[in-house]
């Protein structure tokens, strides 16, 4: 079982928005505004998509966002473009000072 | 630019030792502290730990046994994390990532080094 709760597979056409949910709890995503998510090609290196429930790194396009309710945290892609086809993982810090993730989510464009 | 470079896939039996590096570049290596995570097959990223490159102290998740062991050599700017009596569910993926001091995620990846232990 996932310490964080991804769903497995999310899909959208060209130009479409999708949004991946990731739940946890009150000692991780509930408690801090510390939640990332992370963008992993087939045999490349993850990389860094949000950091701190919403903010974008420097190069990141803004179709991406991220947001949090409660022990919820969500990424959304705008304007789905082919390359965003990858598999997602969400991360929060949590209360016994380490990091948990998701079990991935794939994102399939149509 | 940044770059973590991890070395190959290894391919260990039950009780023997593996040594994973994690070389560096692109940025003063002392300022960014290195996270060790893995996923084994079927699983989820599961965090190892991280070392502070400043101190070279080593931080570990709990419940994880003395078998793993985090270190430095400075010098060539490279991290490594060593896994004495293998098991076989040490198989996995094992990624170093830096992370900016702190803060709570990691904003450069390693490609990831492929362990697998089997007799």
């Known amino acids: 079982q996932s310490a964080l709760t991804q769903p497995a597979s999310v899909s959208g056409s060209p130009g479409q928005s999708i949004t991946i949910s990731c739940t946890g709890t009150?000692?991780?995503?509930?408690?801090?505004?510390?939640v990332s998510w992370y963008q992993q090609h087939p045999g490349k290196a993850p990389k860094l998509m949000i950091y701190?429930?919403?903010n974008r790194p420097s190069g990141v396009s803004n179709r991406f966002s991220g947001s949090k309710s409660g022990n919820t945290a969500s990424l959304t892609i705008s304007g789905l473009q082919a390359d965003d086809e990858a598999d997602y993982y969400c991360?929060?810090?949590?209360?016994?000072?380490?990091?948990?993730f998701g079990g991935g989510t794939k994102v399939t464009v149509l | 630019q940044v770059q973590l470079v991890q070395s190959g896939s290894e391919l260990q039996k039950p009780g023997a030792s593996v040594k994973v590096s994690c070389k560096t570049s692109?940025?003063?290596?002392?300022?960014?502290?290195l996270t060790w995570v893995r996923r084994a097959p079927g699983q989820d990223l599961e965090w190892l730990g991280w070392?502070?490159?400043?101190?070279?102290?080593?931080t570990y998740a709990q419940g994880l046994t003395g078998r793993f062991v985090l270190s430095l050599d400075t010098s060539v700017s490279t991290a490594y994390l060593q896994i004495s009596g293998l098991k076989a569910e040490d198989t996995a993926v094992y990624y170093c990532?830096?992370?900016?001091?702190?803060?709570?995620?990691?904003?450069?990846w390693g490609q990831g080094t492929l362990v697998t232990v089997s007799s």
């Open positions: 009150r000692s991780d995503i509930g408690g801090y505004k510390y």
């Open positions: 701190d429930v919403s």
């Open positions: 070392i502070n490159t400043n101190t070279g102290n080593p």
């Open positions: 990532a830096r992370a900016p001091f702190g803060e709570n995620y990691l904003d450069y």
């Open positions: 991360s929060s810090y949590t209360s016994s000072s380490t990091l948990v």
């Open positions: 692109g940025y003063t290596f002392s300022r960014y502290p």
